[in-house]
């Protein structure tokens, strides 16, 4: 803590104690068992505070400050408002700063009240219909005082300006400061020094009043949280399913409500944004996994099947009662400030302002767990987002915060809850057969060790990575999962780490026999489309595994040239043509091979994010090897991409596989998820005829197979 915010707490208690010592001497002694009593009841509602659902506070304690004001005076006020601290503020030794800096800005406050309501012309005992608006009056400066007091601190430890802290707080308090005038001056004119009633009636009342709304207030609040989690377990499954980064909805909520909240939006406009934030990725649960984990940059086709995921969302959240506002959020969270955005192109302030929240702070999260900077973000104010939207998020201080921190914590009631919950399911999973013919091979459970059903230390497999994942599962409290291969044996799993507060639930999905099946139905298949492949282009195009592809790199090897950016596009062309240019070609044959590299150099810049060139010449055969680190070519896929024109490439790109049969005399294709190899093969010599006539070419290395 700064030294000059220590000296203004210090400040504040020494006038606090001070002022305490000048009013006590005014205390009536008669009046203290009544004042002891009304400062119990107001301690009790100050220690059980009502939480509204916009984060306010409402306690009702200084309702009764005031009330005591009215009737007996400024000392005995003076004197409830030390029992109300004494009450809600416990008196251990990490508390008593707090204690004594509270009390004092308390007592300033209301001595200053209390002189402001005697100013006025008021006497204390004589409340009647006239003295309302000077007790109005004494409670705004009190409630003024007390914000300009407390400002100092807050602002400083939430790194904001005074001022902006103050106006803030001012806009919270209008809600108490009605409160607490309703009930000051109700019980005020109540009160009768001889027959207190009707007052201590009233008081009680006020009293379960408040215990009430505090009661009704926690389960709607607890029932929100319990909706919002229920919702961030959907998008987590989402995120799961679609290999999108763990929390990425959740942060974006939480992201989405806090600048909802900076703008001081309605309550239920906060909650359709948050609502919307956290599904605004429902609907890419309807489109092809392969689009999502895709490294390269998407085809046309891909481009507009994810396109289609806002308006799929917003049209499953439509559904859900409650949430239409929601789902027109969903619906143009992708659309941009400047009109470039989807699905409707709309631009500016035609954007619906909670779709540029949620935009807003879907950037945000992407940018900041990309480790770029602020500025970063800045730079996109007025071309994808509302200027406005950017400089409130800017403005904002704690949301670079880890997402740990940026969680709801849960109350101890749904603690127990939720492990009495889980203790039955552990229980049914334990006994489930199916489970067992799944592959579920085990389940455990870690709090410090693993332990079975029985509650027995057991090894598991990967032990190390495993703990990994639970300690990580156990910081974000959210589930992990992950695929994990035991070195000794072989064994491969799908792992699932689920907390439950400390403890985590872990289990382990023995997936190597349907693996193993998955490979030789995929390597059955391959071989079909090898066969079919093979035949139907007479031999000139070939389907091989990479280690196959390797074994073609013989002969003299000439250069290699990095693929990165468009501009090596060209630098490969160049490379090709130096070594055409001693050889006595035809210029259209010339041209047919020029054309065959580019098109397949821009193949990667299009599929992937860098690949190579590799130049051999065997005998008189030229052979071209490209290769990328794209997600390659999906099996399913593989005749259309091959066989078609211009089937998996964009407007730019001509004609694929198609072409490339054309203009070489064979095609060496290699693919899978780690990237794709191509080799291509023309005959320098024999080439005019070689082009124009040959159709069929014999492999002659032994150590590639083919159909």
């Not at 596989?657 to 005959?683: A, C, H, P, W």
Request: glycine share 6%.
């Amino acid at each position: 803590m700064p030294r000059y915010l220590k000296t203004y707490i210090y400040l504040v208690t020494i006038i606090g104690m001070a002022i305490l010592l000048l009013v006590l001497s005014g205390l009536k002694i008669e009046f203290l068992p009544f004042v002891l009593a009304i400062g119990l009841i107001a301690g009790l509602l100050e220690k059980y505070d009502v939480e509204l659902p916009n984060g306010s506070i409402v306690s009702g304690s200084t309702t009764f400050t005031f009330v005591v004001m009215a009737v007996y005076g400024i000392p005995e006020a003076v004197v409830s408002e030390i029992i109300i601290s004494l009450v809600s503020i416990p008196l251990i030794k990490s508390e008593r700063i707090k204690f004594l800096y509270n009390t004092s800005q308390y007592i300033i406050c209301t001595v200053a009240a209390g002189y402001g309501y005697l100013w006025l012309g008021s006497i204390p005992g004589t409340f009647t219909w006239y003295d309302v608006p000077r007790l109005l009056f004494a409670i705004a400066l009190y409630n003024i005082l007390n914000i300009t007091l407390i400002s100092v601190i807050i602002s400083k430890l939430n790194e904001r300006k005074y001022f902006a802290t103050w106006i803030e707080m001012v806009q919270d308090g209008v809600l108490i400061y009605l409160v607490n005038s309703f009930l000051s001056v109700r019980l005020a004119l109540s009160y009768e020094l001889h027959d207190q009633l009707q007052f201590w009636i009233e008081t009680l009342f006020v009293f379960a009043v408040f215990l009430a709304l505090r009661y009704a207030f926690a389960l709607f609040i607890n029932l929100r949280k319990t909706y919002l989690r229920s919702m961030e377990s959907l998008t987590q499954l989402t995120e799961n399913k679609l290999s999108i980064s763990g929390g990425h909805a959740t942060r974006v909520g939480r992201i989405a409500r806090k600048i909802a909240e900076k703008m001081k939006l309605s309550q239920d406009e906060i909650d359709s944004i948050h609502y919307a934030a956290l599904l605004h990725d429902l609907g890419k649960t309807y489109l092809e996994e392969k689009i999502f984990q895709k490294r390269g940059p998407l085809t046309l086709e891909e481009e507009r099947e994810y396109r289609k995921h806002a308006e799929i969302g917003a049209d499953m959240v439509k559904e859900i009662a409650g949430l239409a506002k929601s789902s027109e959020y969903i619906r143009y969270h992708h659309e941009c400030w400047d009109g470039t955005g989807f699905p409707a192109g709309i631009s500016g302030e035609h954007i619906p302002l909670g779709a540029r929240i949620i935009a807003a702070a879907d950037q945000y999260d992407h940018i900041f767990y990309k480790k770029k900077s602020q500025t970063d973000f800045a730079a996109l104010a007025g071309t994808k987002l509302d200027p406005q939207v950017v400089e409130i998020v800017l403005g904002i201080a704690d949301l670079q915060e880890e997402p740990g921190k940026m969680a709801m914590p849960a109350t101890i009631e749904e603690k127990l809850i939720e492990n009495l919950v889980i203790s039955e399911a552990r229980k049914r999973v334990y006994q489930s057969q199916l489970l067992d013919k799944f592959g579920a091979s085990l389940i455990v459970r870690y709090d410090g060790e693993f332990r079975n059903e029985a509650g027995d230390s057991i090894d598991i497999p990967c032990r190390e990575q495993v703990i990994t994942l639970v300690e990580k599962a156990r910081r974000q409290q959210s589930g992990v999962r992950e695929i994990l291969e035991e070195a000794q044996s072989g064994k491969i799993y799908d792992v699932y780490c689920v907390p439950s507060g400390d403890q985590v639930s872990v289990i382990f999905f023995d997936v190597t026999d349907i693996l193993e099946y998955e490979k030789k139905q995929e390597e059955r298949v391959r071989n079909l489309y090898r066969e079919v492949i093979y035949s139907v282009t007479q031999g000139k195009l070939l389907l091989v595994e990479q280690k196959e592809i390797e074994l073609l790199k013989t002969g003299v090897y000439i250069s290699s040239h990095p693929i990165l950016t468009k501009t090596d596009v060209a630098s490969c062309r160049r490379q090709v043509q130096e070594v055409l240019e001693s050889r006595p070609l035809p210029s259209k044959v010339r041209y047919n091979i020029l054309l065959g590299t580019s098109e397949a150099v821009t193949n990667v810049l299009k599929h992937a994010t860098e690949g190579q060139m590799s130049l051999y010449m065997v005998g008189d055969h030229l052979r071209i090897f490209v290769s990328d680190n794209g997600s390659g070519i999906d099996l399913s896929e593989l005749p259309k991409t091959t066989l078609m024109a211009g089937y998996s490439t964009k407007h730019s790109a001509g004609w694929g596989f198609y072409l490339l049969l054309k203009v070489m005399d064979r095609i060496i294709l290699s693919t899978s998820s780690q990237g794709t190899t191509i080799m291509l093969e023309i005959n320098l010599v024999d080439a005019p005829e070689k082009v124009a006539t040959n159709n069929i070419t014999i492999f002659k290395e032994e150590n590639v197979r083919h159909a």
